[in-house]
């Protein structure tokens, strides 16, 4: 074999090795790091292989079920696959402030873990924003929101 | 009307795109080189039409002309005039609409500076890039238009009379004027080293010729595309609220992906120049960056990720992949054919030497490409194939590119200290020995002054290392040059500047690099986070920082209302620092948009920040809920962008031109042994 050829057989095997060592360590690292999309369902009908991995369940918040603890720290809340009433439903106990959006009837992904205890518990609650950015619909007052949270304008400075 | 004028502008365009991609080639291959003044002048015209298409958009938007789509889909006459001139890139259709005119200016560019070239590989080149346009044109025309609602032949019943403005996130934050346009100019500059680099390939004719253009070309796309990444992380900080800059979303990674193969390009470049090998490796490189920005755009604008970026659902995604897979296999045809003219005319004897040190510094780039890209595509594929919705964590990410981005630092310092072709290993070690005892001493330092954590405490020694080889590098000839010419120190930096402009460019750059790895570094690991909910005088503690807050206040700007929080930072001295109505983090709401946009209160100081997002409030209680950070050194990501333009602008300066027709090879200069 002729050296060249030799030292370019070598170069392949080694950058191949290093490939695959690359690709090995990646695909194993991805498969501790993944994150399930669930619904309440969804998440139900796995049984116990849904305990562990991390999971973003989404859906929404069920009407009613908001609840703070005395210092107004965590939230327990339920979560339902759809607006129906007796839609799949999810205890949700979730550490963080929730924003400003967050409300009964919203939709919501939180991510958390599943376990036994089958509460739900979450670090992280994303209020969904409406994928469209768009005005207000003919019939819907913007006024409305705009006074809930802003006030009268006329009352204003 | 301007509908009209608009929509023909672009088929306008769209006919010397194709003009000029079918002369260019065909002429090019049966060598006819006299057709290369059609190529310009279809070149040309499509120039003009993009860019005047997109002045007559603007035009529509400062008009509110709601009779064209893309105004009465975005645009809105209580936007203030800067925002309204903004919305142009402020929703697929018009970002496509712009990506054509930044099209138009790069073709531009790239044929009047070579306007006086000899046909050869250009007509070629030419004819790639117009293909290129012709794609963006063709999309413009057609799946993406912004000129007509319904079908064009139909006249709309009726016009609104205002419309929603562009998407609030957008409009929240000034640097969201300049952080589309340097992405696209990144990204769409890419184009023009693709057709350099295809055209040498088609016409088999691969001297050394191209080989600066092709360098140059893809250092300025290079430069926007780092400003763009950065900016969209710094718009991420200060608006988004959730206290980070970078979270491994698909859109960022697109971004990120063409950057590391154009960086790694860059670096290999040089071995070829120098040392003509590597060659295959780096026109594949060349070929690859735009290939990924292509992907990119296909992800941020397809819609089919799940990401901040995805403003619009559309229907391009289709063309979109029809386009990639055209030019992967052109690409790897190309290369395919041309692949026994590609061979090394010099050996890699040892990794201990420049070129040696340059190979592994490509392989850890496109290790990490391609790590970025399996995290990104993996959810694609397990949902095409299994139905299942998942997506790849950030931890994934941060584990696969630490080790690697430590390892890139590692290669900043080792590089540029070892000399091309067989290196001297005792001279060296006595040049090792300082940069590495000043990164052993900083890392005691640090860990003296109580930083804690391997990782962090391992990238500040490295970090030192490098900044220490780096200067070395940057001053050491200079200071010959006092010393043995007895010139100032100012004419001497300039003078030694100049006669090695890429080298000096290069090295500035790594220090910017330096400067980002170290603050991602030091802002991650050593931040403070806290939240909880205040009654109006209460604070909330973060680490030896405060923050009161001082009662809610609400007011109104031209586009919206806002509710903030007022709150003051505490400094650990006792200084306090107010951050009042417009200052206060607060939520903004817009007149035209149903939900309200969060905008959070940034201190900046020169080491670190402080962070206070407002999440709630209740005003019969008068409380308010805060998630609030401080971040060691952060800012300092986006302060290297000068740092980084500087280099880059260093390096592209032109060398004298009788320095060019000499021996172009004498850009890169000899090591940097004295």
Redesign the interface.
Known sequence: MKP?LR?RLLAVGA?AV??TA??F???G??G???????SPSDMLAQGEKAYGP?I?LGGIVVPGSIQFNSA??ALTFQVANDRKPDAPKVDVKCD???????REGIGVVVEGTWDSSKVFKSNRLMVN???E????KEGED?KE??KK???D?QA?R | MNATLGYSLILLGLACAVFAAVVGITSGLMRREGALKWVQGGMYGYAAAMIGSNLVMVKALLEHDFSVKYVAEHGSRSTPTIFTIVSLWSALEGSILFWGAIMGGYLLAFTLVYRKEHGRYMQLSLGVMAAVATFFAFLIAGPAQPWWIGKFWEIPLRIATDGPGPNALLQNHPLMIIHPPMLYLGYVGMTVPFGIAAGALLRGELGDAWLVPLRKWTLVPWMFLSIGIILGGWWAYAVLGWGGYWAWDPVENASFMPWLTATAFMHSTMVLERKKSLKLWTIALALGSFVLTILGTFMTRSGVFNSVHAFTQSDIGPTFLVFIAIILVFSVALLTARGHLLVAESRLTTLWSREGSILVNNLVFVAITFTVLLGTLYPLITEALQQKKISVGEPYFNAMALPLGLLMLFLMGVGPVLPWGASDPKVVRDQFTIPAAVGVVTSGLCFAFGFRGFLPLLEFGLAAFVTVVTCRELFLPAQQRMTEQKESFMTAMVRSATRSRRRFGGYVVHLGIVAIITAVAASSAYKVHNSGTLKQGEVLALGEWKVRFDGLVNGTEANRRYLGANVTVIAPNGTESAHHELGAPRMNFYMTQNEPVGSPMVQEMVFRDVYVSLLSFDEKANTASFNAWVFPLVGWIWYAIPILVLGTLIALWPQRKQGFATAPAQAVPSGSTP
């Not at chain 1, 950015?133 to 207000?136: E, H, I, K, T």
């Open positions: 060249e030292n950058l290093a490939g690359l690709g360590i990646a695909l690292n991805m501790e790091n993944l994150v399930y999309y669930w991390t973003r107004h720290t963080e402030v929730p924003p400003q959006m967050f924003h409406s994928n950015y768009r005005p207000p913007r929101w705009e949270y802003l006030g304008p204003q």
